[in-house]
């Protein structure tokens, strides 16, 4: 038996060959979304389309490399992106960063915080690639737990014209985990990447599952919370410009 609602899973717990299939959006969440309207943002512990024309609040900081771009712009609807406003992030061959991030604490004073150690994160993000560095794949997302601590692990996403793949991380050491696909360029796609303690490391595209491998054991429940979104970096040494929009950004928590 297989099950996919919360109120299911106690139950689930409690019987003899069930199986409960963690859902990769729609996670119980411990408060409501920041930064966005709309029905598609109820019940989401942090979500943001863009449309209300700002970038921080609700996102902590931007981070800009010289030569490089965090933009909001106007954009059509073109599902999964919504109007009126997308992120544009863009990096020259001489620029390495251009990205938003935003931290989650017990103790933070912008809503959402948490309230409890988080053992599970769930990042989704529509994203549209208009250029990809031949040479240098780019670090699109990620998600650190224990970010200011002892213990800290992070899962991040990077997509290149010709590699597409996940890093764990974990104290600075990295295992490249290859992607079964990567990002088509000039075209939307929903992005859902989600990392569990004691459990699995899941990436969908547009609905399918492009990774599914075992989380290490040493991730750690935790209650110091990171997600980055944006270039963060490209990896290797650039020979172009690299530029992405993304939308209706949302982070679960459980």
Known sequence: MRVKS???????FASVGCH???????????QGGGGASGSTCEGIFFCHDFDDGSIDPPWDRSYIDDGASVLLEPIADAAPATAPYALSTSTEATSEYAY???????SGTLPPTLTT????GTLSFAVRADQLDPAAPACLAGIVFDD???????????????AAKLEEVIDGTSTNLPLASGLELGKWSVVTLAVEVGGRIVVEIDGEKVLDAAAAPTWQASDSIR???????????????S?????DARFQVM
Do not use: K, Q
């Open 148 to 162: 200011d601590g002892d213990n800290r692990h992070s899962v991040r996403l990077l997509f290149g014209s010709t």
């Open 20 to 30: 409960y299939d963690w859902p990769l959006e729609g996670d119980a969440s411990t």
């Open 227 to 241: 997600i980055v979104l944006g270039i963060n970096f490209v990896e290797g040494t650039a020979v172009g410009s």
């Open 100 to 106: 938003i991030a935003r931290n989650f604490r017990t």
């Open 117 to 120: 150690p988080i053992s599970r």
């Open 243 to 247: 530029s992405f929009f993304f939308d």
């Open 6 to 12: 919360l109120v299911a899973m106690w139950a689930c």
